[in-house]
T-cell receptor
């Protein structure tokens, strides 16, 4: 059965701190892994990772995938109060010979950044 | 704003009733995915349509059905509603049938009383 575990479940930091969020997965026919940020409503897309060891960066956020050890991390440097949200990791298996895919979401990490 | 629209924003109804949730994908996207988010289950995949054709089903109850129309909008029909169906229902869209980023709509919050 496909499984996604995110850790920690929640954390509270002060503005300016650096955080590392973890995602480990067991997914059949793994194709890619996506990270999303969910504030009040819809998850908003952050990164899609398909290859091991290649860091993706966007401003203060970065992420990397290890397909051998089956995990990914999301780093946020110099955190701001606007980073407060639930961060969701979602590996995506290829199904039916690649004709379709779905996202399998972890429970998320709740990040609270205090001023 | 992802470009994916969903209506209604909020829906309150009674047990046993039937509702229809509507989703319009981003311009040009051919795939529509439906997800359910409840407090105890997290985000769960329900169903995927690509260019009008059903491509994959997840944990979707038999009381639920969906379709994608020629103009690519999609509807999720929920019938014989139970209290446990109360949740946020998201649709997401992507250009391809597989392997690319899914962009989420704002969701429909369903409350069953």
């Amino acid at each position: 059965e496909d499984k996604v575990v995110q850790s920690p479940l929640s954390l509270v930091v002060h503005e300016g701190d650096t955080v590392t969020l973890n995602c480990s997965y067991e997914v059949t026919n793994f194709r890619s892994l996506l990270w999303y940020k969910q504030e009040k409503k819809a998850p908003t897309f952050l990164f899609m990772l398909t290859s091991s060891g290649i860091e993706k960066k966007s401003g203060r956020l970065s992420s990397i995938l290890d397909k051998k050890e089956l995990f990914s991390i999301l780093n946020i440097t110099a955190t701001q109060t606007g980073d407060s949200a639930v961060y969701l990791c979602a590996p995506s298996p290829a199904l039916h010979g690649g004709a379709t895919n779905k996202l399998i979401f972890g429970t998320g990490t709740l990040l609270a950044v205090q001023p | 704003d992802s470009g994916v629209t969903q209506t209604p924003k909020h829906l309150i109804t009674a047990t046993g009733q039937r509702v229809t949730l509507r989703c319009s994908p981003r311009s040009g996207d051919l795939s529509v995915y439906w997800y359910q988010q409840s407090l105890d289950q997290g985000l769960q995949f329900l169903i995927h349509y690509y260019n009008g054709e059903e491509r994959a089903k997840g944990n979707i109850l038999e009381r639920f059905s969906a379709q994608q129309f020629p103009d690519l909008h999609s509807e999720l029909n929920l019938s014989s509603l139970e209290l446990g169906d109360s949740a946020l229902y998201f649709c997401a869209s992507s250009l391809l049938s597989s392997g690319d980023t899914q962009y989420f709509g704002p969701g429909t919050r369903l409350t069953v009383l």
